[in-house]
């Protein structure tokens, strides 16, 4: 037994004898954010927090850590299998940690509606399916919920419209090997930075394009090194909230239970929150800079990139084998269904 425990027990046999109540056994759980302050990921953490306060009446408390305070996007995932931190968001450069995350990477495979996409996502028959349970599980970590973050919107100095127009031009990519055979296949050169240095190289040259969510390039300034916004609709951007798996086993029935409802509960109120933050940071960077210009890809565009993605979901069979394979035909299953 450890020693606050043993001070534990003998406080409560005093205060039992004295009628007074014990004090709850207050708690901190450690975020760690792929973004900073103001961002998706740190509103859905920071309302988590609220809600996870509130049922526990001040017991369980959350502390955040944005991005850059616990090094780069690796970092965090090695501190969240590793149990230094018990929560984190794991999305594009996740790949190298767990491979069959790599799924939401895939273009062209969600529907065309974003609440649509909330809801598959978050369905049980595939947030708790085997294959993506045990994707997680596998290497020290536990699923919780999907978060999707607006549209994935290609940011270039140039307008984009053609597997031509990506000749030559050097676009950003997270770190993961599908997101580079679909970017190959749009005849483009994907490379790969860290999210921190993603405005220098874009600013330097090193880099010709990017794709984030509209609030991504407006808090982290991409916007202001690129002329043009380009709306393919190809992907949404999607982080899993995970937790490590030996804390998340370790939760008392109670206390899991009030995770996963939070959870569940918040998946209406994260889509929602995501369209407003996405459609204010719009506003704000036409304020900001009223040049910028913005392609919208017509059905007939939008479907040569459709048709050049769909090979890379074999690669993602390669790359995941057969669990990979499972979880890829669940989430088809789903989308199938819901349209
Ligand atoms: O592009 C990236 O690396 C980062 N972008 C966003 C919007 N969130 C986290 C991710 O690592």
């Known amino acids: 037994m450890r020693t606050t425990h ?23 759980w450690r975020v760690g954010l792929e973004e900073i302050k103001g961002s998706v990921q740190w509103q859905y953490a920071e309302e988590f927090a609220k809600r996870i306060k509130e049922k526990t009446d001040g017991e369980v408390t959350l502390q955040l850590f944005p991005y850059g305070q616990l090094g780069g ?34 273009n062209f495979v969600l529907t065309d509606d974003q609440w649509t996409n909330a809801q598959i996502l978050n369905d049980p028959a595939f947030v708790e399916s085997e294959p993506f349970v045990q994707s ?42 599908l997101l580079r055979e679909t970017y190959q296949a749009y005849d483009a050169n994907p490379i790969t930075i860290e999210y921190g240095e993603l405005y220098s190289a874009l600013q330097l040259g090193q880099a010709d394009a990017a794709i984030q969510p509209l609030f991504a390039h407006q808090e982290m300034g991409f916007y202001e090194v690129q002329s043009h916004f380009i709306f393919a609709r190809q992907a949404q951007f999607i ?36 369209v407003e933050l996405n459609d204010a940071r719009m506003d704000i960077i036409m304020k900001k800079k009223p040049g910028m210009k913005t392609v919208e890809l017509t059905a007939e565009e939008r479907a040569v990139f459709r048709e050049r993605s769909i090979p890379v979901r074999d690669v993602f069979g390669e790359v995941t084998g057969e669990r990979g394979k499972r979880l890829l035909d669940t989430l088809l299953k789903q989308v199938e269904m819901a349209r």
């Open 239 to 274: 982080a899993t909230w995970m937790g490590n798996s030996d804390w998340y086993d370790g939760l008392s029935d109670e206390m899991r239970g009030i995770v996963n409802e939070t959870a569940d509960e918040m998946v209406r109120w994260a889509h929602d929150m995501q």
């Open 136 to 177: 997680f599980r596998s290497r020290g970590l536990h699923p919780i919920s999907v978060i999707t973050e607006g549209w994935q919107v290609w940011s270039a100095n140039k307008p984009i419209r053609s597997p031509a127009d990506f000749k030559g031009v050097n676009i950003r990519v997270m770190d993961n090997r």
């Open 6 to 28: 043993r001070i534990c027990a003998a406080f409560t046999g005093a205060a039992l004898a004295l009628g007074i109540a014990a004090p709850a056994a207050a708690e901190r």
């Open 73 to 106: 996007l690796t970092d965090i995932y090695d501190a969240v299998q590793g149990g230094a931190i018990q929560l984190a968001f794991g999305s594009g450069f996740l790949g190298g940690t767990v491979p069959e995350s790599q799924l939401f990477s895939l």
